[in-house]
C-alpha cells in the first residue's frame, strides 16, 4: 500500500514533465484534449435535455405556467400554488433573494406538463402581505381551451395604483 504513492507521485511528475514538454513545443495537450471533450459533454447534455423534454412533454399536450410580478407597494409574495383541473400541480415558497429576482424582471417558470386537448381550468393562489401589513390571501382562474399547440400561461401581479390594491390575472400567450 505504501508504494501506491510515491509511485503516484512518480506519475504526476512525469504527467507533468510530458505537458511542459508538449507546451513548449507548441504540440497540443492533455489540457486542451481535456477542456475539448469538456466542451462536446455540454453540449450532449443540452442537446439530450432539449430531446427530453420534447419527448415527455410533446408540444400537442404540453402547458408551461409561468410569474412574473411588477409589484411592490401593495403586495408582499411569500407562495404560490397552482391548480389544473382541481389537482395542484405546482407549489412554490418564495425567499427574499427569489422575490428581488422577480421583481428586477425575472419570470419563474412554475410548472410544466400535460394535458389533454379540450377545456380546462387553471388556478393560481397566491399568498403573501398585502396593504397596511396584513395577510393576504388571493386566487386567480381562468378556464382555457387547449388545442394541439403548446398552452403557456402567465401568472402576473400587479400593483394598481388606482384601486390601491395588488391585481392578480393570468394571461394566455399567443404563440
Known sequence: MTQRYPQMAWQGLLVCLLTFAAVAHGQPTAVDDTEALKQQVL???????????ELLYPANSQVAVYLSLDVGEYFALDAVKVKVDDEFVASELYTPKQVDALLRGGIQKLYLGNVNSGTHEISAFFTGIGPQGQPYKRAASVTVDKTTAPLVLELRIVDS???????????????
Open 161 to 175: 395604483t388606482r384601486k390601491l390594491q395588488p391585481v392578480f390575472d393570468i394571461k394566455q400567450w399567443e404563440l
Open 43 to 53: 453540449e450532449l447534455n443540452r442537446d439530450l435535455l432539449i430531446l427530453e423534454e
